[in-house]
């Protein structure tokens, strides 16, 4: 099943910060973040596994709530260059017939303006 | 991280015929994936392609429609066949590589497929 992302969109003007969630039904392995901006592919942006741990990419944080099977990204101070799309890409089990299988989200599209 | 390059980055066909993808990554993988992405949609994982066996589909994938070849551990194909407007998406392929001391997946830059 598909993860669920909220919110579908969001606004930001430069320097203000945003949170995007990540929900699944699903015991999930890992949760993987991606940035896709309009005609390109989606770049990477970090993977965590279950154990809830947090992880931290310059400005751009996640977490992982193993109990609650969700995952959010963090986006502090947001810059011009924050702007796309994000993807979570969910993997339900470690190794076997789940490996490197990702299921992904519909997508929060973030803007920033100047 | 996986450098992955694929081929054609798109293409405008007509209806009823066949496209074939290339995907090529820089370094050995046992699989590979592929992935479609329709317009202001998600991604959709087709299949995965594993090397020295018969790809696996996902539901709603059959082989006759995408049948898929990997002849060695760096390449594979995805051929998109008796196509319709319906086919016109992005097609990705993605491969396993390491961030840190953690394996995530990379994609490939994507063939944008227009059917006539």
């Known amino acids: 099943q598909q993860p669920v992302q909220s919110p579908q969109a969001v606004i930001l003007r430069e320097g203000e910060d945003a949170v995007i969630n990540c929900s699944s039904s699903?015991?999930?392995?890992?949760v993987h973040w991606y940035r896709q901006k309009h005609g390109e592919a989606p770049v990477f942006l970090m993977i965590l596994l279950k154990g809830g741990e947090q992880k931290g990419h310059e400005k751009i944080s996640a977490s992982f709530n193993e109990k609650k099977q969700q995952s959010s990204l963090y986006l502090t101070a947001s810059q011009l260059s924050y702007s796309g799309t994000y993807f979570c890409?969910?993997?339900?089990?470690?190794?076997?017939?789940?490996?490197?299988?990702?299921?992904f989200g519909q997508g929060t599209i973030l803007t920033v303006h100047p | 991280s996986a450098v992955i390059s694929q081929k054609p980055s798109r293409d405008i066909c007509q209806r009823g015929t066949s496209l074939t993808i290339q995907c090529q990554v820089d370094s050995q993988v046992t699989m590979m994936f592929w992935y479609r992405q329709q317009p202001g949609q998600s991604l959709t994982l087709i299949a995965t392609?594993?090397?020295?066996?018969?790809?696996?589909?996902e539901s709603g994938f059959v082989i006759d429609k995408f049948p898929i070849s990997r002849p060695n551990l760096t390449f594979s194909t995805l051929t998109v066949s008796n196509m319709s407007p319906e086919d016109s998406s992005i097609y990705l392929c993605s491969a396993p590589g390491t961030s840190g001391n953690q394996e995530t997946q990379y994609f490939g830059p994507g063939t944008r497929l227009l059917v006539l």
């Open positions: 392609a594993n090397q020295g066996s018969e790809a696996t589909y």
């Open positions: 890409g969910t993997e339900s089990g470690a190794g076997g017939t789940s490996y490197g299988k990702l299921t």
């Open positions: 699903k015991a999930l392995y890992s």
